[in-house]
C-alpha cells in the first residue's frame, strides 16, 4: 500500500509542478566553478575559479558573495560577465550580487584578491535563498 500511495503521489505532480533545479558544472570554460563546490570547501589562493551555471527557459539565478572577514573591501575581481548583470558593491565593500540575465550557459571568471572567508548565497527562482555555502582558502 505504502509503494502504491507513493507511486500515486509521484504521477499526480503535473509537470509544471515539478520545481526545476539550475545545473552546477564543476568545471568550466574559466575554471573550477565555486557554486558546484561543497560547504567550507578548501581553496587555493593562486587560482582562477568561476561562476557557472546552466539554465533552463524561465529559470533565472542570484548569487550573492558576501566577504565574512573585518577586511572592508571586496576581495574578489570578476570579468567575462556576459550573460550576467553584476549590482554595485554595497556601500561596507563586502557584498555583490550576480543575477542572471538569460538562460542557457552563463559563466563567468572570478579571482580573489584576500584570503577572506566568502559566504555564497544562491537564490533559484526565488527572493529567499535556496542555498548557501561557505569558501575557505589555504596558501
Request: with cysteine; aromatic share 10%.
Amino acid at each position: 500500500m505504502i509503494i502504491a500511495f507513493g507511486c500515486l503521489l509521484i504521477f499526480s505532480c503535473k509537470k509544471e509542478d515539478r520545481k526545476k533545479v539550475a545545473w552546477y558544472p564543476p568545471i568550466s570554460f574559466n575554471g573550477t566553478n565555486i557554486l558546484a563546490l561543497k560547504d567550507s570547501s578548501i581553496l587555493n589562493a593562486s587560482t582562477i575559479y568561476s561562476i557557472a551555471a546552466n539554465l533552463e527557459k524561465d529559470q533565472t539565478l542570484k548569487v550573492v558573495l558576501t566577504n565574512l572577514s573585518e577586511y572592508t573591501h571586496v576581495v574578489w575581481q570578476t570579468s567575462n560577465l556576459e550573460n550576467w548583470i553584476a549590482s554595485l558593491i554595497e556601500p561596507q565593500g563586502k557584498s555583490q550580487s550576480f543575477t542572471s540575465s538569460t538562460h542557457g550557459d552563463l559563466d563567468m571568471k572570478i579571482e580573489f584578491t584576500f584570503q577572506a572567508p566568502i559566504r555564497i548565497d544562491i537564490y533559484e527562482d526565488a527572493d529567499t535563498i535556496t542555498s548557501s555555502k561557505i569558501i575557505f582558502w589555504q596558501n
